[in-house]
């Protein structure tokens, strides 16, 4: 089974970064499109979608799971398609703990390597983001994107 890698290079970074069967312009767009990422984003869990992909536009997900809802949002900072975009990254239900994650999206006989930087304003939040089952939720995600991608590929 192909699981993410998971490293902190430093007390406020979090570097995941995994393999998928299929070409970057695809992953890419399974990242940035809204008809794509309610398939696969929130463990495939039900996702409603508002998404504005252009430097300055928001984003945001509310997934449902287990009868409740968990809602996350953000801004885009930095777009060059395919490969890489930049983003803030908030939990509504803990506002003001912002993060913001790149993106980088690789390409190598026709698989693709998405790499994501999260930027931390202190070790405690990345710990604790560590600790939220964070990389469960991450392996979950992406092994519905997996699923998605021989779908649609």
Known sequence: MNTISVSTPSPTELVMSRTFDAPRALVFAAHTEAEHLRHWWGRGNPLEVAIDFRVGGTWRFVETADGKQHAFRGEFREIAA?????????????AGHIAVEKFVFTEEDG???????????????RDGMLQSGMEQGANQSYAALDAYLTKIG
């Open 111 to 125: 698989r693709t390597t998405v790499t994501g930087t999260t930027q931390f304003d202190t070790q405690q939040e």
């Open 82 to 94: 395919p490969e890489t975009f930049t983003w803030t990254f908030e939990y509504e239900p803990m």
